[in-house]
Protein backbone atom coordinates (compact mmCIF):
# COMPACT_ATOMS: atom_id res chain seq x y z
CA UNK A 1 0.00 0.00 0.00
CA UNK A 2 1.31 3.34 -1.04
CA UNK A 3 2.51 5.76 2.03
CA UNK A 4 -0.11 7.82 2.48
CA UNK A 5 -1.44 10.64 5.36
CA UNK A 6 -4.49 12.48 5.99
CA UNK A 7 -5.51 15.27 7.60
CA UNK A 8 -8.10 15.44 10.26
CA UNK A 9 -11.46 17.27 9.89
CA UNK A 10 -10.43 19.56 13.04
CA UNK A 11 -7.42 20.57 10.95
CA UNK A 12 -8.80 21.17 7.73
CA UNK A 13 -10.96 24.19 9.62
CA UNK A 14 -7.82 25.92 10.20
CA UNK A 15 -7.08 26.17 6.78
CA UNK A 16 -10.23 26.66 5.09
CA UNK A 17 -10.44 29.41 7.51
CA UNK A 18 -7.17 30.50 5.61
CA UNK A 19 -9.01 30.52 2.77
CA UNK A 20 -11.28 32.62 2.84
CA UNK A 21 -9.07 34.85 4.77
CA UNK A 22 -7.10 34.87 0.99
CA UNK A 23 -10.29 34.96 -0.79
CA UNK A 24 -11.39 38.70 1.16
CA UNK A 25 -7.96 40.04 0.10
CA UNK A 26 -6.36 38.98 -3.69
CA UNK A 27 -3.74 41.13 -4.98
CA UNK A 28 -2.60 41.39 -8.68
CA UNK A 29 0.66 39.46 -10.47
CA UNK A 30 3.83 40.44 -8.40
CA UNK A 31 2.16 42.64 -5.91
CA UNK A 32 0.69 40.03 -2.92
CA UNK A 33 2.53 41.55 -0.39
CA UNK A 34 -0.09 40.85 2.31
CA UNK A 35 -0.12 37.07 1.12
CA UNK A 36 3.22 36.49 1.03
CA UNK A 37 3.82 37.82 4.95
CA UNK A 38 0.92 35.66 5.92
CA UNK A 39 2.29 32.68 3.98
CA UNK A 40 5.39 33.12 5.43
CA UNK A 41 4.01 33.52 8.82
CA UNK A 42 2.12 30.06 8.39
CA UNK A 43 5.20 28.67 6.91
CA UNK A 44 7.31 29.18 9.94
CA UNK A 45 4.71 28.34 12.80
CA UNK A 46 4.58 24.88 10.72
CA UNK A 47 8.08 24.40 11.68
CA UNK A 48 9.70 25.22 7.88
CA UNK A 49 12.63 27.07 6.79
CA UNK A 50 11.72 30.20 4.72
CA UNK A 51 12.87 33.03 2.54
CA UNK A 52 11.37 35.23 -0.26
CA UNK A 53 12.10 35.11 -3.77
CA UNK A 54 11.18 37.17 -6.91
CA UNK A 55 10.12 40.21 -4.46
CA UNK A 56 6.97 38.19 -3.32
CA UNK A 57 7.47 34.98 -3.98
CA UNK A 58 7.74 32.67 -1.03
CA UNK A 59 10.14 29.14 -0.20
CA UNK A 60 9.30 26.86 2.33
CA UNK A 61 11.73 24.03 3.24
CA UNK A 62 11.08 21.00 5.01
CA UNK A 63 14.00 19.05 5.59
CA UNK A 64 13.26 15.39 7.02
CA UNK A 65 16.97 13.40 6.75
CA UNK A 66 18.44 11.72 3.68
CA UNK A 67 16.25 11.04 0.32
CA UNK A 68 14.49 12.88 -2.84
CA UNK A 69 13.87 16.51 -3.38
CA UNK A 70 10.71 17.20 -4.47
CA UNK A 71 9.50 20.97 -5.68
CA UNK A 72 5.50 22.00 -4.94
CA UNK A 73 4.34 25.14 -6.42
CA UNK A 74 0.77 27.14 -5.76
CA UNK A 75 0.77 30.18 -7.28
CA UNK A 76 -0.70 32.86 -5.53
CA UNK A 77 -2.12 36.08 -7.52
CA UNK A 78 -5.73 37.23 -7.98
CA UNK A 79 -6.85 38.67 -11.05
CA UNK A 80 -9.27 42.50 -11.69
CA UNK A 81 -12.47 41.21 -11.54
CA UNK A 82 -15.84 42.83 -9.89
CA UNK A 83 -16.86 39.51 -7.77
CA UNK A 84 -20.34 38.82 -8.26
CA UNK A 85 -20.41 35.60 -6.14
CA UNK A 86 -22.26 36.96 -3.24
CA UNK A 87 -20.60 34.76 -0.67
CA UNK A 88 -20.33 36.27 2.90
CA UNK A 89 -16.07 35.84 1.85
CA UNK A 90 -16.22 38.04 -1.10
CA UNK A 91 -13.64 40.36 -2.06
CA UNK A 92 -14.44 43.98 -2.05
CA UNK A 93 -10.66 45.19 -2.35
CA UNK A 94 -9.40 47.60 -5.28
CA UNK A 95 -6.00 47.61 -6.65
CA UNK A 96 -4.27 50.35 -8.77
CA UNK A 97 -2.72 49.62 -11.55
CA UNK A 98 0.71 50.72 -13.26
CA UNK A 99 -1.22 53.69 -15.45
CA UNK A 100 -3.43 54.55 -12.02
CA UNK A 101 -6.30 52.72 -13.33
CA UNK A 102 -8.33 51.87 -10.09
CA UNK A 103 -9.93 47.79 -10.68
CA UNK A 104 -11.49 45.77 -8.26
CA UNK A 105 -10.04 42.11 -7.88
CA UNK A 106 -11.18 38.85 -7.03
CA UNK A 107 -9.54 35.44 -7.00
CA UNK A 108 -11.29 33.91 -9.59
CA UNK A 109 -9.25 31.31 -10.65
CA UNK A 110 -8.68 29.37 -7.22
CA UNK A 111 -5.02 30.47 -6.31
CA UNK A 112 -6.23 31.02 -2.89
CA UNK A 113 -7.64 27.42 -2.59
CA UNK A 114 -3.78 26.24 -4.09
CA UNK A 115 -2.21 28.06 -0.97
CA UNK A 116 -4.53 27.10 1.61
CA UNK A 117 -4.21 23.09 0.07
CA UNK A 118 -0.51 23.87 0.17
CA UNK A 119 -0.13 25.00 3.55
CA UNK A 120 -2.09 22.59 4.91
CA UNK A 121 -0.26 19.93 2.74
CA UNK A 122 3.58 21.52 4.31
CA UNK A 123 1.36 21.40 8.11
CA UNK A 124 0.51 17.98 7.66
CA UNK A 125 3.82 16.86 6.58
CA UNK A 126 5.61 18.69 9.15
CA UNK A 127 3.70 16.71 11.82
CA UNK A 128 4.33 13.37 10.88
CA UNK A 129 7.96 13.41 10.33
CA UNK A 130 8.18 9.16 11.10
CA UNK A 131 6.27 8.56 8.31
CA UNK A 132 8.25 9.90 5.26
CA UNK A 133 12.20 10.82 4.26
CA UNK A 134 13.60 13.61 1.99
CA UNK A 135 12.93 16.97 1.55
CA UNK A 136 10.05 18.81 0.40
CA UNK A 137 10.25 22.77 -1.31
CA UNK A 138 7.38 24.77 -1.19
CA UNK A 139 6.99 27.44 -3.77
CA UNK A 140 4.41 29.77 -3.18
CA UNK A 141 4.90 31.58 -6.65
CA UNK A 142 3.48 34.89 -7.47
CA UNK A 143 2.69 36.34 -10.94
CA UNK A 144 1.30 33.47 -12.50
CA UNK A 145 -1.30 35.26 -14.44
CA UNK A 146 1.25 37.39 -16.24
CA UNK A 147 3.77 34.90 -16.40
CA UNK A 148 6.06 36.82 -14.67
CA UNK A 149 6.12 34.66 -11.70
CA UNK A 150 8.23 32.00 -12.42
CA UNK A 151 11.04 33.22 -14.07
CA UNK A 152 11.30 36.22 -10.92
CA UNK A 153 11.89 33.17 -8.66
CA UNK A 154 14.31 31.42 -11.21
CA UNK A 155 16.13 34.74 -11.84
CA UNK A 156 16.33 35.66 -7.78
CA UNK A 157 18.46 32.40 -7.69
CA UNK A 158 15.70 29.86 -6.80
CA UNK A 159 17.43 26.87 -7.74
CA UNK A 160 20.89 28.28 -5.65
CA UNK A 161 18.90 29.49 -2.52
CA UNK A 162 17.01 26.07 -2.21
CA UNK A 163 17.46 22.24 -2.55
CA UNK A 164 17.78 21.63 -6.74
CA UNK A 165 14.66 19.40 -6.77
CA UNK A 166 14.30 16.07 -8.44
CA UNK A 167 11.12 16.91 -9.93
CA UNK A 168 8.40 19.75 -9.64
CA UNK A 169 4.54 19.51 -9.05
CA UNK A 170 1.96 21.59 -9.14
CA UNK A 171 -1.84 21.66 -9.10
CA UNK A 172 -4.74 23.92 -9.95
CA UNK A 173 -8.09 23.81 -8.80
CA UNK A 174 -10.70 23.27 -11.70
CA UNK A 175 -14.58 23.60 -11.75
CA UNK A 176 -14.83 19.79 -11.75
CA UNK A 177 -16.63 17.73 -9.19
CA UNK A 178 -14.48 17.60 -5.57
CA UNK A 179 -12.80 14.57 -4.91
CA UNK A 180 -11.56 14.26 -8.66
CA UNK A 181 -8.54 15.39 -10.21
CA UNK A 182 -7.38 15.28 -14.13
CA UNK A 183 -4.12 15.17 -15.49
CA UNK A 184 -2.84 13.96 -18.81
CA UNK A 185 1.12 12.75 -20.30
CA UNK A 186 2.93 15.04 -22.75
CA UNK A 187 1.77 18.89 -23.22
CA UNK A 188 -0.46 19.23 -21.08
CA UNK A 189 -1.40 23.25 -21.72
CA UNK A 190 -1.07 25.67 -24.50
CA UNK A 191 1.75 27.79 -25.10
CA UNK A 192 0.17 31.60 -24.93
CA UNK A 193 1.54 34.64 -26.64
CA UNK A 194 0.41 38.13 -25.90
CA UNK A 195 1.18 41.63 -28.12
CA UNK A 196 0.25 44.95 -28.00
CA UNK A 197 0.14 46.11 -31.60
CA UNK A 198 -0.22 49.61 -31.85
CA UNK A 199 -1.07 50.63 -35.92
CA UNK A 200 0.45 53.91 -37.00
CA UNK A 201 -1.56 56.22 -39.57
CA UNK A 202 -1.62 59.95 -40.10
CA UNK A 203 -4.82 61.42 -38.67
CA UNK A 204 -6.79 64.49 -40.26
CA UNK A 205 -10.22 65.64 -40.20
CA UNK A 206 -12.70 63.58 -40.58
CA UNK A 207 -14.56 65.34 -43.65
CA UNK A 208 -10.89 64.89 -45.06
CA UNK A 209 -10.30 61.32 -45.40
CA UNK A 210 -7.69 61.81 -48.38
CA UNK A 211 -5.46 63.72 -45.96
CA UNK A 212 -5.47 61.20 -43.62
CA UNK A 213 -4.19 57.01 -43.74
CA UNK A 214 -6.52 55.58 -41.27
CA UNK A 215 -5.01 53.63 -38.93
CA UNK A 216 -9.01 52.55 -37.90
CA UNK A 217 -9.86 50.86 -40.79
CA UNK A 218 -6.06 49.24 -41.29
CA UNK A 219 -6.30 48.31 -37.93
CA UNK A 220 -9.83 46.72 -38.82
CA UNK A 221 -8.26 44.60 -41.98
CA UNK A 222 -5.77 43.63 -39.80
CA UNK A 223 -8.10 42.44 -37.43
CA UNK A 224 -10.34 40.33 -39.74
CA UNK A 225 -7.51 39.07 -41.73
CA UNK A 226 -5.61 37.53 -38.83
CA UNK A 227 -8.49 34.85 -37.97
CA UNK A 228 -7.60 33.44 -41.26
CA UNK A 229 -4.02 32.05 -39.26
CA UNK A 230 -6.51 29.56 -37.47
CA UNK A 231 -8.94 29.39 -40.09
CA UNK A 232 -7.07 29.09 -43.38
CA UNK A 233 -2.82 28.89 -42.20
CA UNK A 234 -3.52 26.12 -39.43
CA UNK A 235 -4.13 21.89 -39.81
CA UNK A 236 -7.28 21.66 -37.35
CA UNK A 237 -5.35 19.00 -35.84
CA UNK A 238 -3.33 21.85 -34.25
CA UNK A 239 -5.67 23.49 -31.64
CA UNK A 240 -5.01 27.18 -32.13
CA UNK A 241 -6.69 30.66 -30.60
CA UNK A 242 -6.06 33.86 -32.21
CA UNK A 243 -8.17 36.76 -29.92
CA UNK A 244 -8.25 40.68 -30.20
CA UNK A 245 -9.25 41.36 -26.11
CA UNK A 246 -9.04 45.05 -26.97
CA UNK A 247 -9.13 47.75 -29.43
CA UNK A 248 -8.55 51.51 -28.24
CA UNK A 249 -8.40 54.68 -31.12
CA UNK A 250 -9.57 58.28 -31.46
CA UNK A 251 -11.22 60.82 -29.18
CA UNK A 252 -13.80 62.14 -31.25
CA UNK A 253 -15.89 61.09 -33.89
CA UNK A 254 -14.73 63.99 -36.55
CA UNK A 255 -10.98 63.25 -36.13
CA UNK A 256 -9.18 60.53 -37.82
CA UNK A 257 -6.77 59.67 -35.15
CA UNK A 258 -2.49 59.37 -35.59
CA UNK A 259 -3.08 55.64 -34.07
CA UNK A 260 -4.85 52.45 -33.62
CA UNK A 261 -4.24 50.15 -30.72
CA UNK A 262 -5.24 46.52 -30.10
CA UNK A 263 -3.97 43.78 -28.29
CA UNK A 264 -3.71 40.16 -29.18
CA UNK A 265 -3.95 36.68 -27.77
CA UNK A 266 -2.20 33.79 -28.96
CA UNK A 267 -2.83 30.36 -28.19
CA UNK A 268 -0.53 27.24 -29.87
CA UNK A 269 0.12 23.30 -28.82
CA UNK A 270 3.70 23.58 -29.25
CA UNK A 271 7.06 25.21 -29.95
CA UNK A 272 6.58 24.16 -33.56
CA UNK A 273 3.23 25.55 -34.16
CA UNK A 274 3.52 28.62 -32.26
CA UNK A 275 6.22 30.27 -34.34
CA UNK A 276 4.93 28.96 -37.18
CA UNK A 277 1.34 31.36 -35.91
CA UNK A 278 3.72 34.44 -34.58
CA UNK A 279 5.37 34.27 -38.10
CA UNK A 280 1.84 34.36 -40.13
CA UNK A 281 0.96 37.18 -37.65
CA UNK A 282 3.92 39.65 -37.73
CA UNK A 283 3.75 38.91 -42.05
CA UNK A 284 -0.26 39.88 -41.98
CA UNK A 285 0.23 42.82 -39.85
CA UNK A 286 3.14 44.19 -41.90
CA UNK A 287 1.13 43.63 -45.18
CA UNK A 288 -1.64 45.18 -43.88
CA UNK A 289 0.05 48.37 -43.30
CA UNK A 290 1.88 48.45 -46.51
CA UNK A 291 -1.37 47.64 -48.52
CA UNK A 292 -2.63 51.48 -46.40
CA UNK A 293 0.55 52.93 -47.21
CA UNK A 294 1.53 52.96 -43.61
CA UNK A 295 4.10 52.15 -42.29
CA UNK A 296 4.67 48.54 -40.42
CA UNK A 297 2.92 48.32 -36.81
CA UNK A 298 5.05 48.56 -33.91
CA UNK A 299 4.33 45.09 -31.50
CA UNK A 300 5.33 45.11 -27.91
CA UNK A 301 5.23 41.77 -26.26
CA UNK A 302 3.01 41.50 -23.09
CA UNK A 303 3.68 37.83 -21.87
CA UNK A 304 5.24 34.78 -22.99
CA UNK A 305 4.12 31.45 -21.78
CA UNK A 306 6.27 28.14 -21.34
CA UNK A 307 5.34 24.82 -22.05
CA UNK A 308 3.75 23.08 -19.28
CA UNK A 309 5.10 19.53 -19.75
CA UNK A 310 4.26 16.31 -18.01
CA UNK A 311 6.80 13.97 -18.46
CA UNK A 312 5.41 10.58 -19.17
CA UNK A 313 6.86 8.38 -16.79
CA UNK A 314 6.74 10.35 -13.97
CA UNK A 315 3.15 11.22 -14.42
CA UNK A 316 2.60 7.54 -14.09
CA UNK A 317 4.05 7.68 -10.97
CA UNK A 318 1.96 10.58 -10.01
CA UNK A 319 -1.23 9.33 -11.28
CA UNK A 320 -0.46 5.52 -9.32
CA UNK A 321 -0.14 7.84 -6.31
CA UNK A 322 -3.66 10.05 -6.77
CA UNK A 323 -5.58 6.92 -7.66
CA UNK A 324 -4.39 4.86 -4.46
CA UNK A 325 -5.30 7.92 -2.33
CA UNK A 326 -8.61 9.34 -4.21
CA UNK A 327 -9.62 6.50 -5.63
CA UNK A 328 -9.18 4.68 -8.97
CA UNK A 329 -12.25 6.09 -10.72
CA UNK A 330 -11.40 9.85 -9.16
CA UNK A 331 -8.57 10.33 -11.59
CA UNK A 332 -8.51 11.01 -15.01
CA UNK A 333 -5.09 10.62 -17.25
CA UNK A 334 -6.68 10.86 -20.53
CA UNK A 335 -7.50 14.70 -19.89
CA UNK A 336 -7.44 16.79 -23.39
CA UNK A 337 -4.92 19.15 -23.85
CA UNK A 338 -6.13 22.65 -22.11
CA UNK A 339 -6.09 25.76 -24.26
CA UNK A 340 -5.21 27.64 -21.07
CA UNK A 341 -1.44 28.68 -20.13
CA UNK A 342 0.48 28.47 -17.53
CA UNK A 343 4.32 29.19 -16.42
CA UNK A 344 4.35 25.99 -14.01
CA UNK A 345 6.74 24.77 -16.68
CA UNK A 346 9.49 26.88 -16.29
CA UNK A 347 10.35 25.90 -12.84
CA UNK A 348 11.40 22.27 -13.96
CA UNK A 349 12.18 23.17 -17.56
CA UNK A 350 14.99 25.76 -16.60
CA UNK A 351 16.85 23.19 -14.23
CA UNK A 352 16.34 19.98 -16.60
CA UNK A 353 14.18 17.95 -14.08
CA UNK A 354 10.49 16.36 -14.71
CA UNK A 355 7.56 18.08 -13.96
CA UNK A 356 3.89 16.99 -13.30
CA UNK A 357 0.85 19.25 -13.33
CA UNK A 358 -2.78 18.28 -12.81
CA UNK A 359 -5.87 19.92 -11.25
CA UNK A 360 -8.30 19.02 -8.99
CA UNK A 361 -11.82 19.74 -8.57
CA UNK A 362 -13.18 22.09 -5.85
CA UNK A 363 -17.08 21.80 -6.67
CA UNK A 364 -19.88 19.93 -4.53
CA UNK A 365 -21.36 17.12 -7.22
CA UNK A 366 -24.64 17.96 -6.29
CA UNK A 367 -24.40 21.47 -7.62
CA UNK A 368 -23.80 20.19 -11.58
CA UNK A 369 -27.09 18.04 -10.77
CA UNK A 370 -29.11 21.51 -9.68
CA UNK A 371 -27.73 24.28 -11.44
CA UNK A 372 -29.66 24.58 -15.13
CA UNK A 373 -26.85 26.74 -16.33
CA UNK A 374 -22.91 25.48 -15.83
CA UNK A 375 -21.03 26.17 -13.12
CA UNK A 376 -19.15 29.01 -13.30
CA UNK A 377 -15.69 28.27 -14.00
CA UNK A 378 -12.12 30.30 -13.69
CA UNK A 379 -12.25 34.05 -14.70
CA UNK A 380 -15.93 34.24 -14.17
CA UNK A 381 -17.00 36.85 -11.58
CA UNK A 382 -19.67 34.04 -9.84
CA UNK A 383 -16.54 31.51 -9.59
CA UNK A 384 -17.78 30.32 -6.11
CA UNK A 385 -15.34 26.58 -5.35
CA UNK A 386 -16.81 25.19 -1.90
CA UNK A 387 -14.34 25.24 0.55
CA UNK A 388 -14.24 22.54 2.44
CA UNK A 389 -14.12 19.81 -0.58
CA UNK A 390 -11.98 22.02 -2.30
CA UNK A 391 -9.23 22.37 0.17
CA UNK A 392 -10.21 18.55 1.21
CA UNK A 393 -9.04 17.58 -1.94
CA UNK A 394 -6.42 19.52 -2.90
CA UNK A 395 -4.20 18.54 0.28
CA UNK A 396 -5.24 14.71 -0.35
CA UNK A 397 -4.04 15.46 -3.96
CA UNK A 398 -0.60 17.42 -2.87
CA UNK A 399 0.33 14.98 -0.33
CA UNK A 400 -0.53 12.17 -2.40
CA UNK A 401 1.92 13.51 -5.24
CA UNK A 402 4.66 14.22 -2.68
CA UNK A 403 5.02 11.46 -1.10
CA UNK A 404 4.96 9.19 -4.50
CA UNK A 405 8.66 10.34 -4.39
CA UNK A 406 9.38 10.40 -0.64
CA UNK A 407 10.29 7.02 1.31
CA UNK A 408 9.00 5.84 4.31
CA UNK A 409 11.51 6.32 7.05
CA UNK A 410 11.40 2.91 8.55
CA UNK A 411 9.97 -0.03 7.21
CA UNK A 412 7.88 -0.08 10.64
CA UNK A 413 7.13 3.50 9.75
CA UNK A 414 5.42 2.40 6.83
CA UNK A 415 3.40 -0.06 8.07
CA UNK A 416 2.36 1.96 10.62
CA UNK A 417 1.36 4.70 8.04
CA UNK A 418 -0.63 1.75 6.39
CA UNK A 419 -2.35 1.05 9.35
CA UNK A 420 -3.20 4.50 9.80
Known amino acids: MALRLDIEP????RFVELYTEFHRHPELSMEEHRTAALIESELRASGLETFRCGGTGVVGILRNGEGPVVAFRADIDGLPILERTGLAHASVDTATLADGTVVPTMHGCG???????????????????????????????????????????????????????????GQHLGAY??????????????????????????????????????????????????????????????????????????????????????????????????????GDLRRILAAEATAAGA???????????????????????????????????????????????????????????????WWFGGIEASRFEMMAQPVPANHSPLFAPDPVPAITTGVQAAVAGILAFLGPATVAGQDDTDER
Open 10 to 13: ERLC
Open 111 to 169: HDAHIASALAAADLLATDLTAWTGTVVFVFQPGEENAAGSAAMIDDGLWRRAPRPDVVL
Open 177 to 278: PAGTVQTRPGHVMSLADSWKVLVHGRGAHGSQPENAIDPIVTAAYMITRLQAVVSRHSSPLDPTVVTVGTFHAGLKENIIPDEAEFTLNVRTPNDKVRERVL
Open 295 to 357: KAPTITEISRFPRCFNDPATTALVGTALRSSLGADAVRVDRPLSMGSEDFGRLGDSIGVPSVF
